[in-house]
């Protein structure tokens, strides 16, 4: 068969439409229509309506536990990460040796997930990992950073800060390199201090990049469980239970497809929300409302 200009694109990106229908849109659709229906992969497949959405939302206690947990991860990792990325960013931006920093930051992001996490889960135990030895060294008791429950989802915190300040760091540094230098310098020539140069300047033009990031933090942070699956399983006293960890249950341990599914679909809706309101928010004070 002869390729016209005019049939030859669509022949080349036919594959690409194929590989996206079967493995993106078929499961997606089929895990909306699981959401409404029981079914645990070996029994009978029977619609049940809103059920699932009704019992997740309304009864599950363990779920609004975990949907609690989920915005206390997320929240503490945008409100520490994008904060602790930025200066970073601002730290190394003119430095010498930048390209040797952004290796080190980056090479957490090319780490296995799940064998890091062993690794953390020996660095943070009790009372034999090495930080609690290092603290004994010095006098300190340390705690149970994964056995008790008002540390364990700190723990979860910082070492998913360490895991992802380097993408964060590297993100904002890009920002920063794309700004242009004289209206920064016209700051400096004017009087402005370095703090009043950054809050008045540097800040609202780098909200786009702000913005990204901030996006990118609260969806990887709602659909998150690798770190809790092996540092605590959820524990102690479900206080480490999010909710992308409590749907990772509800279908491979409990064979509740069904309900995993309507748990899914409402981590979704959840997070098109606050997207929706955070853009909202940040469109409406505009360039301006940095300043």
Known sequence: MTLTRRTAPYVFLAPVFVFGLLFFVGPLLFSLVLSFASWNSLGAFRLVGLQNYRYLLAIDPVFHTALWNTARFVGGTILLGVPLSLALALAIRRSRVASLWQAIYWLPMITNVVAVSYVWKQILDDPYGLVNRFLAFLGVAGPSWLLDPDWAMLS????????????????????????DASVEEAARMDGASGWRTFRHVT?????????????SNLIRGVGYFALMLVLTEGGPVNSTRTAALRMYELAFSELKLGLASAAAYILLFMVMLLSAIQLRVMRRGGVEGWA
Do not use: K
Request: proline share 5%; aromatic share 14%.
């Open 156 to 179: 979860l915190v910082l070492v998913f800060l360490w895991f992802q300040v380097g993408q964060d760091m590297m993100l904002f540094l890009a920002g920063l390199n794309g700004l």
């Open 203 to 215: 800040l609202p033009l780098l909200a786009p990049t702000m913005l990204f990031v901030t996006l």
